[in-house]
């Protein structure tokens, strides 16, 4: 059985940041972890084949190698699973599809005409797929409500990716989240109770990445690396270890709850074990808020000083925010900006509200009527919402456009990037040599950098040197902020210019958010031009 694993492309949005990956010579930000566990659930006989359409165009070859055709994606990917589902149709072939979308919006995935669809996670769902396959069933639906201890889960197929053509690889600890926000679909996919790979399934898994020569960095793709500690803890403490035997080879990042800040020790072996990033959820500045979405866990554990603590003790991160909540006062847009400039966060994730398919939010607003037949999911550049809210619908769009207009521009961006890095203690490694110590045996002088490694390191570095320190109007901040952390933290000065680059994705989104607003005829509501919304996007230059 030939099997031909595809992925379908991402649009422009937080899960490609095609900029950033140009930077470093890479094609796309991650392989796709879901297809190749699949590939590994699967008869081990067959042969595999990865078609990552973030990577390479899908060929006439592929399609007539293939007796299987394994389609899957996020709810992102939507328009990109459906066209290659009638694609397959359209070339006679059985068309597999799960996958986050799949199991969400399963109606319209049949609809588009797959032959076999899997809702769930593949640990309990492949077996009875392969069984069918087996007795040669052309057809049929296969789900179960069980979640599967991740024990069973196998080490994903990494040999099938090159992994060149990525930013980062992916790696999976642990599945659910034992918080329930009413907006999220972690729960409904995975359930509230996490479920855990073990430390040497873990290990395992790096050392295969690690053994294929990746020396990089690793994405922990958990719901919530952080949601039992004691977890969290049992990795690290092992990892720590494995990291300082082979030089550091990886660097991570993770998703986290705010809670994190609260917890110093962790934080420490997070950075002892090489974290640089995390994502962080904290969704809006004010707590009336978040306890009405069920954020609770950022009301029981202040949200400033726990941002404060991530920042100072070493690790970057990307902080969601969402505006359009029930019951949100004007203004949240500002109040957004505010908080973000307040504690200096560079990265931010912004979008308007979006009831995702079968969470709380969506339950409670399908009752109340006020869910819109409207086909957009996770659009960024949106002009349009999926549900009814409770104040006016343009005021919490142009508040979300000039917010992205603000949090965006370029020299407000660097300008956080560079207070974010002066705030952050140096490296252990730098902190010892500074006080002529040796450095701390989880801080061991690296493994020699690879060739292509520094290849990748020099383009990124002449790439924004270019684009930020001579081709646009905000050079002479970028080259005065550059000698300021050259000056008063350098063990930061890498990191720091990685956040530059990094801005270069956020810097095309304003651009086309911008460009798309004025298009839909909207950007003269006076919402935009208020106070406090200096630079609104109807007199936006650009970049």
Not at 76 to 83: A, M, T, Y
Not at 399 to 414: H, K, N, Q, T, W
């Amino acid at each position: 059985m030939r099997v031909l694993l595809i992925n379908p492309e991402f649009p422009p949005s937080f899960w490609s940041l095609k900029a950033s990956c140009k930077f470093k010579g890479s094609k796309t930000l991650l392989p796709p972890l879901g297809l190749l566990t699949v590939a590994a659930l699967l008869p081990q006989e067959w042969e595999f084949r990865l078609a990552d359409l973030n990577t390479r165009p899908l060929t006439g070859a592929d399609w007539d190698w293939a007796d299987l055709v394994m389609i899957s994606g996020m709810l992102i990917q939507r328009e990109g699973v459906l066209d290659l589902v009638r694609q397959a149709g359209e070339r006679g072939k059985t068309a597999v599809v799960g996958g986050p979308y799949a199991t969400s919006l399963s109606g319209e995935v049949l609809e588009a005409g797959a032959d076999f669809l899997v809702r769930g996670e593949g640990e309990v769902t492949i077996p009875p797929f392969i069984a069918a396959l087996g007795q040669g069933q052309k057809s049929g639906v296969f789900e179960e409500d069980q979640k599967p201890p991740m024990t069973a889960s196998p080490t994903p197929r990494f040999d099938l990716v090159n992994c060149a053509d990525y930013l980062a690889v992916g790696i999976q600890t642990s599945r659910g989240c034992p918080f329930n926000c009413e907006f999220c679909d972690i729960v409904n996919l995975y359930g509230r109770v996490p479920r855990y790979k073990t430390p040497d399934q873990v290990l395992k898994e790096l050392e295969i990445l690690y053994r294929l020569g990746w020396r990089d960095t690793a994405f922990i793709s958990d719901d919530n690396f952080i949601g039992n500690k004691e977890h969290a803890r049992a990795i690290l403490e092992r990892l720590i270890p494995w990291q300082q035997s082979r030089g550091e080879p990886f660097s991570f990042w993770t998703q986290t709850s705010v809670n994190l800040g609260q917890d110093l020790e962790l934080i420490d072996l997070m950075t002892a074990a090489n974290f640089g990033y995390v994502f962080l959820g904290v969704e809006s500045p004010d707590p009336e808020i978040l306890a009405a979405a069920n954020k609770h866990q950022n009301v029981r554990n202040p949200l400033a000083p726990s941002l404060a603590n991530i920042n100072a003790n070493g690790l970057s991160m990307v902080a969601s925010f969402v505006i359009g909540f029930d019951n949100e006062k004007q203004g949240t847009g500002d109040r957004i900006c505010d908080f973000v400039e307040e504690n200096h966060i560079p990265i931010i994730m912004l979008n308007p509200l979006q009831p995702l398919p079968n969470t709380a939010l969506w339950v409670r607003l399908k009752k109340e009527g006020r869910l819109l037949d409207v086909q957009a999911v996770l659009d960024f550049y949106c002009t349009t919402l999926t549900y009814l809210p409770t104040r006016p619908q343009e005021e919490i769009l142009s508040e979300f456009v000039g917010a992205i207009d603000r949090l965006y521009e370029p020299s407000r961006y660097l300008a956080r990037a560079y207070q974010y890095f002066l705030r952050m203690r140096p490296t252990r490694r730098a902190l010892a040599l500074a006080k002529g110590e040796k450095p701390p045996a989880s801080s061991p002088a690296r493994a020699p950098v690879s060739a292509r490694q520094q290849a990748r390191d020099l383009r990124m570095l002449l790439t924004l040197l270019w684009k930020q320190g001579i081709r646009h109007r905000y050079r002479g901040q970028f080259w005065r902020q550059l000698l300021g952390i050259r000056r008063h933290n350098p063990s930061r000065l890498k990191t720091y210019l990685i956040c530059c680059s990094t801005g270069e994705d956020l810097f095309i989104m304003r651009r086309e958010l911008l460009r798309k607003w004025a298009e839909s005829g909207l950007d003269g509501d006076p919402a935009l031009n208020k106070p406090g919304c200096p630079s609104g996007p109807a007199r936006s230059s650009g970049r």
